[in-house]
């Protein structure tokens, strides 16, 4: 993180590109391609996986400091993302 040729910005996107990735992966592996890829947590997993290479390669990490940052920063903004529509769901058709 203390690379000066990556700047803040691309710390800040990373992790929102991730998230997309994410979600983009996880959709199409579980919904229509659920019978290749089998079930709902190897889709959500290889989504997660592929959202925390988008990200890096995005940041440009080398060390592996900077890749457990990255991932810690795109999986947990996936945690909380899932939390918070969980929630919502919740509260809406409870």
């Known amino acids: 993180m203390n690379d000066p040729k990556v700047s803040v910005g691309r710390w800040v996107l990373a992790p929102l590109v991730g998230l997309a990735t994410w979600a983009l992966t996880s959709t199409l592996t579980t919904g229509p391609f659920m019978q290749v890829f089998g ?16 990200a890096g390669r995005i940041v ?21 993302t899932t939390v918070a529509f969980v929630v919502a769901f919740l509260r809406t058709f409870s």
């Open 39 to 54: 079930n709902l947590p190897v889709g959500l997993l290889l989504g997660a996986f592929l959202g925390v290479i988008v």
């Open 60 to 80: 440009g990490a080398r060390s592996p400091r900077q890749w457990i940052t990255i991932g810690v920063l795109t999986v947990g903004l996936i945690v909380i």
